[in-house]
């Protein structure tokens, strides 16, 4: 949880994303987190609207609002496959842990 929250606003901001949008992220993201048991679907697009919205309120142009929201969605994912490969690198040592 706490990859998302700062990956999907990193993401957002390499892009080329204004405050707004970097505030949109995070709060795009809390609500995804929320929706996670309803629909996994929303909760990965909730960063993503969030960075558009708030660049779209920031009175940045459509393209480059959807240029910040792909930036959440990057940064999403790079954390998510972050957070994979710790889990795999637990495992990993777990295992390796009984074979002595």
């Known amino acids: 949880m706490i ?3 700062f990956f999907a606003p990193l993401g957002a901001r390499w892009l080329g ?6 505030v949109g992220a995070i709060c795009g993201t809390l609500v ?6 309803v629909s996994v679907i929303l909760s990965l697009l ?3 609207l969030g960075a558009v919205v708030g660049e779209l309120i920031g009175g940045a142009t459509r393209t480059r609002a959807i240029r ?5 969605l990057v940064g999403f994912f790079l954390a998510s496959s972050v957070k994979l ?4 690198a637990y ?3 777990f295992f390796l842990s009984f074979a002595k």
């Open 85 to 88: 490969a710790l889990s795999i």
């Open 68 to 72: 910040s929201g792909a930036g959440t």
């Open 32 to 37: 995804g987190l929320a929706l996670f048991p």
């Open 17 to 22: 994303g204004s405050q707004r949008g970097v």
């Open 3 to 5: 990859g998302e929250l």
């Open 46 to 48: 909730a960063p993503f």
């Open 91 to 93: 495992l990993i040592v």
